[in-house]
């Protein structure tokens, strides 16, 4: 069909060229039929020429929202992910902290178990040296009252000895 019409054209070219030019106006005097036929001829391979540029455009049509539809689709779903790695990272975040405060809240406690317990052991100590002080101070008491019951003793029989 696009040869037809080429040829179709071309033949009216050669008309035009082969036509008897009229002199000081610039103007060609043509065989009517001819151009007539020729025109005729083109009108026939027209319709099928803008049928079928009608066909290719409603396909580049097509394409193009096929690919407007497309790049929607991969730029919806590029957001999508975006969003998610945003909330994957918030809660990785969010996690990280309440893992931070646990660990200080632990560390904290620990250092009042620490404390306590050297309290505690600080204070049983302190119970056991006193008792301790006390068991000795009972200790010398006793021995000191031994030792006096011991000298009057011996006095005693010093003193009946010498009688």
Do not use: C, H
Not at 1 to 8: I, P
Not at 47 to 66: G, H, K, S, T
Not at 79 to 98: D, P, T
Not at 150 to 157: C, F, L, P, T, V
């Amino acid at each position: 069909m696009e040869n037809r019409l080429f040829t179709l054209l071309e033949q009216l070219e050669e008309i035009l060229d082969r036509g008897t030019k009229v002199p000081l106006t610039g103007k060609v005097m043509v065989d009517e039929d001819s151009v007539l036929e020729i025109l005729d001829g083109i009108r026939s391979v027209l319709p099928e020429e803008i049928r079928q540029a009608n066909l290719i455009l409603a396909d580049r049509d097509r394409l193009l929202e096929d690919a407007r539809s497309e790049g929607q689709r991969i730029v919806d779903r590029a957001q999508k992910q975006a969003e998610q790695m945003l909330q994957e990272n918030e809660v990785v975040s969010q996690s990280r902290v309440y893992a931070e405060e646990i660990v200080r809240k632990a560390q904290q406690y620990s250092r009042e178990v620490k404390l306590g317990a050297l309290k505690y052991s600080d204070d049983l100590l302190n119970d056991i040296e006193a008792k301790i002080e006390e068991s000795f101070k009972a200790i010398k008491e006793s021995r000191e009252e031994l030792n006096s019951l011991a000298r009057w003793d011996e006095k005693i029989q010093s003193d009946m000895n010498n009688e």
